[in-house]
């Protein structure tokens, strides 16, 4: 839900709560307003009719309310003594509307010629029910403007108020770490938006130190593990010439120099890539695809007889393009011993040029692999062991280095690698 | 022949020194710049292991040093920075050759061994053992006088052995060899296993002086008959 409209929620909710309350109190305040005016108004009419009864005595005849508003009853000296004025609503029919219709009346007694007496004086009261029905509406419609104000200022006034936040927000959302961005700008003096664009620096520049950081570890890891590699590696052959040697201790060397092996190829493309990443291979020139295919391909001819795997390439385009000749080394090589060290016996591989891409496809024992983590690092064919897991992430960096597409698909039990160059083609 | 080793790291240099000396070389060694640049200038070798990274100096000073002297055509570059500036700068001193850390002995001495050829023989580098001979440029291998057609990896693997000869090769130093640098499978010892089967054919069905010996479990080695 967007910022704008959860404010509007949060402000509709807290509207219907004040209005509501407010509209209530207003209510009976009106109420008590209307009943004090109409009370003053029926003790007028009693004291006045009290008046008139010494001039006209006919009133005290008045025992029901006819057509008046008033009736008079004789009553008690012990009642009327005791008696209080009382104010009070009730309902009375009336002919006009033929339903019955709420009506103030006053009960009060007093004394005439010795004689006592009970008055009850009427008024008609507002009708109630017209009353709430006509101010519910006028709330509701209070309301209703209020709430499409305020979502017309939400979506114009606000979004312009929040301008510079959409802005740092569509930045963060393409700030790459490993490209060198410059900092987040935000246009604005508003003092939390300066403060928030100082915040996302801060972690930006934090993040970038922690990133560099590591980076440079792998290097300088990888880097000063290669002397002890090479030592362990040294001394290992050496013993193995030993005389004294037993031949099953031999065995067990071989096996380490082996594993020792291992850990170096493991450690030069750890290093490759920390390379890679770290733009460290600059020169750059027209490299031609197909002629680094054919050379790995004539490096790997005498393994392919052996695997009896058939290999077709279909050279009727040439791809040319401008990067590091290393790279494009590095980049096609390891697709090409991908294809052949997951291949099986007797297996094929399809090599295809078109303007724009290389794609390699071959056949494998092992069905569709993961697209989502094939590039990741260590991520290899559990049945081998030795190999690295690494090749293919190398491939990846190198075409991150350029921003080229490489993808991977499944068909027609082809496992399909395509590399896209339209970024980097050589002009004719 | 001489051959001076200039490396800092003493594990590396001692491995080295014992690999040459099985190799009848005469060995001496620098343990830094200074020193190095002291040895150069007083004697001659026939062949450099240099070191770029030393503790007080850049190797590469060093061999420009050795390139004012005009010797700096038999010096092997070892380095851990296997950065391809320092490949191309030091080739573009004159190095002869260069070899990234880690490396196996195998390989050292192969790259040796190539030195001192190109050293001695002019414009012909051949290696000849017994009735054995192989042309390096031609890559072609006679016996007897006799050309004997050999694959690419067949040729390799030959070669590896001649210049290793009577050392013991590693089945993990001969695919490395085979394959080349950043080769992430080297594990492919079935294929080795039948190029070296099909070579042993080739070399028994010409009576050549020389065999492949298998020492079980650990790798080869190649003898005189």
Known sequence: MKLLNRSLIYLTGVFFLIIGIWSIIFYFNLKDEIRDSIDDGIDNNRILLLMKVYDDPSLLEHHDFGGNNFRIRPIEKGDALEFRDIYKDTMMYRINESDLEPVRLLHSAFEHKQKYYRITVISSLVEEDDLIEDSFWSVVTLFVILIVSIAIVNNYVLKKVWNPFYNLLNQLETYRLDSNEDELKINSTVSEFVQLEHAANTLISHSREAYISQKEFTGNASHELQTPIAIIIGRLELLLESKKLQDEDAETIAQ??????????????????????????????????????????????????????????????????????????????????????????????????????????NTSHQAELNSKNIFNRFVKDQSNQNNTGLGLSISQAVCDSYGLKIDYDFYESYHTFKVDFKNILAEE | MKILIIEDEQGLRDTIETSLLKEKYIVETAIDYHSAIDKISIYEYDCILLDIMLPDGNGLDLLQELKNQNKSENVIIISAKDAL?????????????????????????????????????????????????????????????????????????????????????????????????????????????????????????????INIETVYGVGYKLVEK
């Open chain 1, 256 to 361: 380490v120099i082996d594993i020792a092996g291992r850990m170096k190829r493991l450690n030069q493309s750890l290093l490759l890539l920390s390379k890679i990443e770290n733009k460290q291979f600059l020169d750059t020139e027209t490299v031609s695809i197909n002629e680094i295919t054919e050379n790995y391909i004539a490096n790997y001819e005498e393994l392919l007889a052996f695997k009896k795997i058939k290999i077709s390439v279909d050279q009727s385009t040439e791809l040319k393009v401008k990067m590091n000749a290393a790279l494009g080394e590095a980049l096609i090589s390891n697709l090409i011993k991908n294809a052949i060290f997951h291949n099986f016996e007797g297996g094929s591989i399809r090599i295809l040029f078109t303007d724009e891409m290389f794609i390699i496809r």
């Open chain 2, 85 to 209: 500036d320092d490949k191309v700068n030091g080739l573009a001193l004159g190095a002869d050759d260069y070899l990234a850390k880690p490396f196996h002995i195998a390989e050292l001495n192969a790259r040796i061994k190539a030195v001192l050829r190109r050293k001695k023989l002019e414009g012909k580098d051949c290696i000849e053992v017994g009735n054995v001979s192989l042309e390096i440029l031609e890559r072609s291998l006679k016996i007897n006088d006799e050309f004997v057609h050999l694959n690419k990896k067949e040729f390799d693997i030959l070669n590896y052995f001649l210049s290793n000869k009577n050392r013991l090769l590693t089945k993990t130093a001969l695919a490395e060899y085979v394959w080349g640098d950043h080769i992430d499978q080297a594990d492919n010892f079935d294929f080795i296993y039948y190029q070296i089967k099909n070579l042993r054919k080739k070399l028994e069905e010409h009576q050549a002086q």
